[in-house]
């Protein structure tokens, strides 16, 4: 009989750090070839969190050799001027992936400027045309934060078949589409939220729980299986200002097989699954 291994980490710095080496790898072999990927990346206003996040993105292209072009404009772009700048986006053989970063000013409509990017090139995976892709099963671009939790569960070894996975959290760029990644690798799967009557009864009979509601401690040790992966998506602040999870990561760590920290579990993964993202778009144009 195997001992049951209580909390170890998983750790997405390192994973990161090796699938951005076969990103790299993978960008020779496609410049060999004569073709360069490239992102463009558009940000509108001064968002500080955004321009932090822009940054990370341009030195991961750059690190890994995909080409990137940065555009930033004032809080007073019209959205008229936003969408003709997709559009000609769309338009450029040189690049394969466009990504206008979130949030945008309150006089742009987000929902025009994400469906206004071709799908073959929506990275992000966000577009109505990509959900529907992810939904039927249809080769398309998965959204980087699902995707890049598939990854960090994938390094456990857990065979995901009949096995049940609980979501917390039903937004449309993270729990929803982590839900249907989960199913296409045949999990069982519940989706909890804010309407749920009591998280923890569902949690409890789970395999592997995804947390992603931005909200602190919503997934404490009393609420976890013995055993059971845990991926934390959150990104909150504690009271000293302290970076942390949605999942009380202390108490949670002591019965969880396995366990994401923040920071240092999901964040870094979202990045390097848009760099694969881009990469594969520039790999099915050549």
Same mark, same amino acid.
């Given at each position: 009989m195997t001992t049951q291994q209580f909390g170890q980490i998983i750790d997405g710095v390192a994973l990161s750090a090796k699938l951005r080496g076969d990103v790299a790898t993978r960008v020779l072999a496609l410049k060999?070839? +004569?073709?360069? #990927? +490239?992102?463009? @990346? &558009?940000?509108? +206003?001064?968002? #500080?969190?955004?321009?932090?996040?822009?940054? %990370?993105k341009v030195k991961a292209c750059l690190d890994t050799g995909v080409h990137s072009v940065f555009e930033k404009y004032e809080a007073t772009l019209t959205e008229e001027?936003?969408?003709?700048?997709?559009?000609?986006? %769309?338009? =450029?053989p040189a690049i394969h992936g466009i990504l206008v970063q979130m949030p945008i000013p309150k006089h742009i409509n987000p929902h025009k400027v994400?469906?206004? &990017?071709? @799908?073959?090139?929506? !990275?992000?995976?966000y577009a109505t045309l990509s959900a529907g892709e992810l939904m039927t099963g249809a080769p398309g671009f998965r959204p980087c934060t699902p995707y890049g939790c598939m990854k960090l569960i994938e390094t456990t070894g857990i065979d995901l078949r009949g096995k049940h996975a609980v979501v917390i959290g039903r937004s449309n760029t993270v729990g929803k589409p982590m839900a249907l990644l989960l199913l296409q690798a045949n999990a069982t799967?519940?989706? /909890?939220?804010?309407?749920?009557?009591d998280i923890g009864y569902h949690t409890r009979q789970a395999d592997?729980?995804? *947390?992603?509601? $931005?909200?602190? %401690?919503?997934?404490?040790? =009393?609420?976890v299986k013995p055993g059971a992966v845990v991926i934390d998506v959150g990104m909150n602040r504690t009271e000293e $200002?302290?970076? /942390?999870? =949605?999942?009380?990561?202390? $108490? !949670?760590?002591?019965? *969880?097989?396995? &366990?994401? #920290? @923040? #920071?240092g579990g999901v964040g870094p993964m979202t990045i390097t699954m848009l760099l694969v993202n881009t990469l594969e778009a520039a790999e099915r144009s050549a």
């Open positions: 060999a070839r +004569g073709v360069t #990927p +490239g992102l463009a @990346v &558009i940000l509108v +206003g001064e968002d #500080p969190a955004s321009a932090v996040y822009v940054r %990370n001027a936003l969408l003709t700048r997709i559009a000609a986006l %769309n338009a =450029d994400i469906e206004a &990017i071709a @799908v073959s090139k929506d !990275v992000d995976g799967v519940t989706v /909890c939220h804010s309407a749920t009557l592997v729980v995804v *947390a992603a509601v $931005g909200k602190r %401690n919503v997934l404490t040790a =009393d609420m $200002g302290k970076l /942390c999870g =949605d999942v009380d990561f202390a $108490g !949670v760590k002591e019965v *969880a097989g396995f &366990i994401t #920290p @923040v #920071p």
